[in-house]
């Protein structure tokens, strides 16, 4: 412990005369480390944290699979059946949905929205939470008619009711419905799913239209989250095997909505959202860490090569210590001593930075209306990685250094041949290291770059329909109690309203516009020939739509026609499909006229148009299979007025809005707008990841290209330091001062170009994993290639400049002197 002390002590003073090495040193391993500890923060919070609930070992998830989706939600009546038939290998099955509210609504205002979880009523017990504050629920809570009740997510109760002991038995009004706070959730607390919670709510009074729909009584609407708690002794297999029992059952008992769905049981802690999502998620947050690591590796890199200079600089004083007895075992844990207390002095910063990081993240929101707060925060698991990168970075990084500084040459360094000190080995071993920090530089420039011309390449891509300058109003009328009917006569009049405002060429109706957040799937099934069971199912994206909703949306009908204000409930059922869904299931001849079904036993509906295809999901897909049907004909309550302006320009598209505004405050003074965005605001919401990725690989890319600028630099520099009486020499014999710079220049400009063809080299391999997060151009694009190689040239000849011109302003007489 003393001789640790006196090395500690040692190390400090040596750091402090040489503040600008100790400053580079531990800025460098900041940024590096930092973005590292922010990227694994939001890798903990999906992937590894464990839900803070009582022995999170023993909850399991149950899902229900059919041929098209694997390992999906569930249904509410299928959940009470679940929970009726497992009780000898579940203690208790919870169900548990995400649900958004608005409160503090005003009349006709965007109001104030919040997040939140819609739970069944043994949920606290199930999870063994208990509340801070009041009471958890009790059975009469979730029952169809009960008075709706609230427990407040913790922050909720701090924030808008300023942490009132006294909060239960207060009120809070969420989508137009009135609920009593019966407890407040613990601190530590946040929810089932990612984003923190602001409120539970018992299914039954869920503020969202759970209950308006009918969801809650139809078996074949799949929307909710099942947990349960296995019994002690009872495996998972043992559980999975008991759910597929009991879907076989249902199956048999419920054979139009069930015939083709079985359950599976996967550990809770092996789930972030769920299965389906988590493997894209996976890819995208490793492809982040992989990322972030190479910008840790330059960062390292540098403070490799800024120890193996400090050695060669320290190698008399080595020396001097090994000729008076110093044994090298004792200089080397001196030496690593110092490295470990860089890469420590670096990880206490890069918490700081990862803490602005993470409070920029948070900040960060994606231009949705619902909030997305994220728990992610700099927990044990985060500071323990921190802890390890620290250790890390200076143990590995420092090792190489310390054994070469640990065995100078003791006879020329006591002679005090200083002039030209440092090894050739040493000397070579920072030039490769210097190449390796150009290549890995390369290799995220080329990541960034990408990404930067996949952006610019989206506003080249047609979308599929042609409505650059309107705006889109979505209005929820279930958060109002409205019902089917009097919802579609309340969306029919609005749209006129809106059609007959001044700056309005045109209004349609649609539940959701393509390239937004909201994506909805199902099985539908064509009629052929063949017998009814036979007939197979096609996947497709849907969608509601109204009458002139695809001439507001400027999409071409190709054949047929769209939907008419006499396609209501009371006539035959009809549809709209795409060329793609056309032409799959009919390539030898015209849909038109052709028939299918929703459900494999449900309602035939007929195909009266046939529309040009588009993007749906992102800029980048492949054509898929699309159909509409017809908003009268239907159950959604949710819908968005679509309104084409006539100015053609954004700023008529912005003026439009506090007309709709007004229209909806007429028709409705207490219905709260979800939404009202222009299209070029609505496609920013797809645009956000790219642009994030692209926004956080171009800072990476920045940063190891500073990185590797501040190496270069230091290498060309030592090395005109060290070889200052050789150039004094050959400037004696008559080198001229061109010849001097070019060939300082040169030295690194062949660093460069190994680095740089490495580096592309690599990342014409490695970026082929990347075809699915870039589009409209190619992994190999050759622009962006060419231009990282001439970006990665300016740089060095701005790196190596300034000792060029330092080596060639040198004067012969003085250099022949130089020790």
């Not at 099934?525 to 197979?536: H, I, K, R, V």
């Not at 060639?808 to 022949?816: I, N």
Request: glycine share 10%; charged share 20%; aromatic share 8%.
């Amino acid at each position: 412990m003393e001789s640790f002390l006196h090395d500690l002590r040692y190390t400090l003073r040596n750091l402090t005369r040489s503040p600008g090495f100790a400053a580079v040193a531990i800025l460098s391993l900041a940024l590096g480390i930092g973005v590292n500890s922010a990227v694994f923060s939001l890798y903990n919070a999906l992937f590894i944290r464990q839900l803070p609930v009582e022995d999170p070992g023993e909850l399991v998830n149950v899902y229900t699979s059919d041929e098209d989706l694997v390992q999906a939600t569930f249904s509410y009546p299928d959940y009470i059946d679940l929970r009726g038939q497992t009780r000898d290998v579940f203690t208790d099955v919870i169900v548990t949905n995400v649900s958004l509210a608005i409160v503090d609504q005003g009349a006709g205002s965007r109001g104030e929205y919040l997040f939140g979880e819609t739970v069944s009523w043994n949920y606290w017990d199930v999870l063994g939470i208990a509340p801070e504050q009041g009471r958890n629920f009790v059975p009469a809570d979730d029952e169809p008619g009960a008075e709706p009740v609230v427990v407040l997510g913790h922050a909720m109760w701090q924030n808008r009711f300023g942490g009132d002991p006294d909060v239960v038995g207060q009120t809070l009004r969420m989508n137009g419905i009135t609920y009593t706070v019966v407890g407040v959730a613990p601190d530590w607390y946040r929810g089932t799913f990612p984003l923190t919670a602001d409120y539970f709510v018992p299914m039954h009074t869920d503020p969202s239209n759970l209950v308006f729909t009918g969801e809650l009584e139809s078996r074949g609407s799949r929307s909710l989250f099942v947990k349960a708690r296995l019994r002690e002794g009872v495996t998972v297999q043992e559980a999975d095997a008991a759910v597929r029992t009991v879907a076989s059952r249902l199956a048999e008992e419920y054979p139009e909505s069930n015939e083709e769905h079985s359950f599976s049981v996967v550990p809770t802690n092996d789930v972030a959202i769920m299965p389906i999502v988590d493997r894209p998620l996976q890819l995208v947050s490793l492809f982040l860490m992989i990322v972030v690591g190479l910008t840790l590796l330059v960062a390292c890199i540098n403070l490799a090569g800024m120890l193996l200079a400090r050695a060669a600089s320290r190698q008399r004083e080595v020396a001097v210590r090994l000729a008076l007895g110093a044994g090298r075992g004792r200089l080397l844990r001196q030496l690593l001593t110092e490295s470990t207390l860089l890469g420590i002095l670096g990880a206490a910063a890069g918490v700081g930075v990862a803490a602005w990081l993470l409070h920029l993240m948070n900040t960060l929101q994606p231009p949705m209306p619902i909030p997305l707060n994220l728990d992610i925060r700099l927990d044990g698991n985060v500071l323990l990685f921190t802890g390890f990168l620290a250790l890390f970075t200076g143990l590995v990084f420092g090792m190489v250094p310390a054994l070469q500084g640990s065995r100078p040459d003791l006879v020329k360094n006591l002679k005090q041949e200083t002039g030209s000190s440092g090894k050739v080995g040493t000397s070579r071993l920072r030039r490769l290291l210097v190449t390796g920090q150009v290549a890995v530089s390369a290799l995220l420039l080329v990541c960034a770059g990408l990404f930067v011309r996949s952006l610019g390449k989206a506003t080249e891509v047609d979308p599929g329909f042609d409505m650059q300058h309107g705006v889109i109003t979505s209005l929820e009328l279930g958060m109002r109690g409205y019902e089917r009917e009097k919802a579609i006569r309340f969306f029919r009049e609005l749209r006129d309203r809106v059609e007959a405002l001044p700056g309005v060429a045109s209004a349609g109706l649609t539940d959701r516009m393509p390239l937004g957040a909201s994506i909805q799937t199902q099985s539908v099934y064509p009629e052929t020939d063949a017998p009814l069971s036979e007939q197979g199912s096609v996947t497709v994206d849907s969608g509601e739509a109204g009458p002139r909703y695809f001439q507001t949306a400027g999409i071409p009908i190709l054949a047929g026609r769209s939907f008419r204000e006499s396609d209501g409930p009371d006539t035959s059922p009809v549809v709209v499909v795409n060329r793609t869904f056309a032409e799959r299931c009919w390539p030898e001849e015209s849909a038109l006229g052709k028939r299918l079904r929703s459900r494999s036993e449900g309602p035939s509906y007929e195909i009266v148009g046939i529309a040009a295809d588009g993007k749906y999901r992102t800029l980048g897909e492949e054509p898929r299979p699309y159909v509409w049907f017809s908003y009268r004909q239907s159950s959604s309550i949710f819908m968005a007025v679509v309104a084409r302006s006539r100015g053609g320009s954004e700023e008529a598209a912005q003026a439009l809005k506090p007309e709709i505004r007004q229209v909806v405050r007429e028709m409705d003074p207490e219905l709260p707008i979800f939404e009202m965005v222009t299209v070029r605001e609505h496609l920013s919401i797809m645009m956000f990841l790219p642009r994030t990725l692209a926004a956080l690989l171009s800072g990476l890319g920045g940063l190891a290209l500073l990185l590797g600028l501040v190496g270069l630099y230091g290498v060309i520099a030592f090395d005109v330091n060290r070889r200052t009486r050789e150039i004094g020499v050959r400037m004696a014999l008559g080198a001229g001062r061109d010849r001097v710079l070019r060939g300082v220049v040169g030295d690194g400009l062949k660093l460069t170009f190994w680095g740089t063809g490495i580096g592309l080299v690599a990342a014409f391999f490695l970026t082929r994993s990347l075809s699915a997060l870039v589009f409209g151009v190619s992994t190999s694009d050759p622009i962006t290639f060419g231009l990282v190689a001439v970006l990665l040239v300016a740089v060095t000849l701005a790196a190596t400049w300034g000792p060029a011109r330092r080596a060639a302003d040198l004067e012969p007489m003085r250099a022949l002197r130089y020790e």
